[in-house]
């Protein structure tokens, strides 16, 4: 994956955290769709392997899962100063939006419209989670890599039968992925042997 | 002078609320309602309502929302502030041990594990917010919303194949909800 850096700007990284923030609906991992269009997709900033990774370690640390994403990009693109950027162009659309509903709340309640519109984005954002999800899974089994396929058909299977929150399933991957390396370092090492 | 309280506890509220999302919800319960009695648990309706009608992440418009509540726009500016701060000096922290250890290759081997099941988590939630979302609906009793399918049907298209903007899929679906639900309901 090359990466392409040229219109990175702090101003630009600004903006499209803004952007990816003020137009994310339904909230959770719906913005790592978006995340995953702008960030890798149109940008190529980030590749698709950082961004889950990145993903992952934002589920697994406290606080809002987009904000602790794009606090990764940042720090990842422009160290300090782009954590903070993408911290705060996260964070400021929905302060802004909320103190303006807050006023209009009861009109905004009541109002059909807002409703009819909310049900009709619920299911653009289903559709597009589907997208990328789906892509991703895509890349999984071009790797061609059994046991990660493996892994993945398990982790599906756990989801889909008991729902655990997604922490028990990270600490589990973790588990799963240190005892592969150390199988990975042993065969190494049996194989130098010989 | 409510600021110092509404700072201490959103901290904790940050650093209590993990995987984001509705996992708020109780803490606020507890130390917005039960212990400080800020809100009523009946205004804890109009949080969700609210939280899920802007855009961003739900928890830190929950934040946002009960500051605003509490102590007008510097109480949400506050509230926001303190929910963002103890989440943000950790991920720093792991993002500086990422940054400097991702290149390992015991690293990556690992990762490449995670992200196998980060792939099935998403899958998952998409399954969810589909069947929330699409099956979940209907027009009248009995009738399935056909405009949320066709709305699913067009977006995934349009994102999967096309490449369109998801903001524009985003801003389209808005608009057509607006405009063609009240006709067919």
């Given at each position: ?7 990175l ?25 978006l ?9 190529g900033?980030v ?27 940042g720090?990842?693109l ?16 929905p302060?802004?939006v ?7 709340y009861?009109k ?5 419209r ?13 559709a ?5 999800s789906?892509s991703?899974l895509i890349d999984?089994?071009?790797?061609k ?8 058909a ?15 399933v ?12 150390v199988?990975?370092?042993y065969r ?7 | ?5 509404l700072?201490v506890t959103?901290?904790?509220i940050?650093v ?10 109780p ?22 309502s ?9 928890s830190l418009n929950c934040?946002t ?12 500016a506050?509230?926001t502030?303190?929910?963002l ?15 400097k ?6 690293v ?7 992200n ?13 917010l ?7 609906l209907?027009?009248?009793?009995g009738?399935p919303?056909?405009l949320?399918w ?14 369109v ?10 608009v057509?909800?607006m405009?063609?639900?009240?006709v067919?309901?």
């Amino acid at each position: 994956m090359k990466y392409d850096l040229k219109k990175l700007t702090p101003l630009n990284l600004f903006l499209q955290c803004f952007t990816v923030s003020m137009f994310s609906f339904g909230g959770g991992s719906t913005i790592i769709s978006l995340q995953q269009e702008t960030f890798v997709k149109k940008l190529g900033w980030v590749d698709s392997d950082e961004m889950l990774e990145q993903f992952t370690i934002a589920q697994s640390t406290p606080g809002a899962t987009s904000v602790n994403t794009s606090i990764l990009i940042g720090y990842r693109l422009l160290g300090l100063k782009g954590a903070l950027l993408c911290a705060l162009a996260t964070a400021l659309p929905p302060l802004v939006v909320i103190i303006i509903i807050t006023f209009f709340y009861e009109k905004l309640n009541n109002n059909e419209r807002t409703a009819y519109a909310l049900r009709a984005v619920r299911a653009a954002a289903a559709a597009m989670m589907a997208s990328v999800s789906i892509s991703l899974l895509i890349d999984l089994l071009k790797k061609k890599d059994l046991f990660l396929i493996a892994v993945w058909a398990c982790a599906m299977a756990v989801m889909l039968i008991f729902d655990p929150n997604t922490i028990l399933v990270i600490a589990a991957g973790l588990i799963v992925g240190i005892l592969y390396l150390v199988f990975l370092i042993y065969r190494q090492k049996r194989g130098e042997k010989k | 002078m409510i600021y110092p309280d509404l700072l201490v506890t959103f901290m904790l509220i940050g650093v209590m609320t993990f995987g984001g999302g509705y996992s708020i919800l109780p803490l606020v319960e507890e130390l917005a309602i039960d212990q400080h009695q800020w809100l009523t648990t009946s205004e804890l309706a109009d949080i969700i309502s609210i939280s899920e009608m802007s855009p961003g992440p739900f928890s830190l418009n929950c934040s946002t929302f009960v500051g605003m509540k509490v102590a007008g726009f510097p109480g949400a500016a506050v509230a926001t502030f303190g929910f963002l701060l103890l989440p943000f000096l950790i991920v720093l922290v792991l993002a500086y041990f990422y940054n400097k250890y991702r290149g390992l290759s015991y690293v990556k081997t690992v990762f490449s594990v995670l992200n196998s099941c980060i792939i099935a988590v998403l899958l998952h939630t998409a399954i969810k917010l589909f069947s929330s979302s699409v099956p979940g609906l209907s027009l009248s009793a009995g009738k399935p919303d056909f405009l949320a399918w066709g709305i699913f049907a067009a977006s995934f298209l349009a994102m999967f194949k096309w490449k369109v903007n998801p903001l524009f899929i985003i801003f389209a679906a808005a608009v057509l909800g607006m405009i063609l639900y009240p006709v067919i309901i």
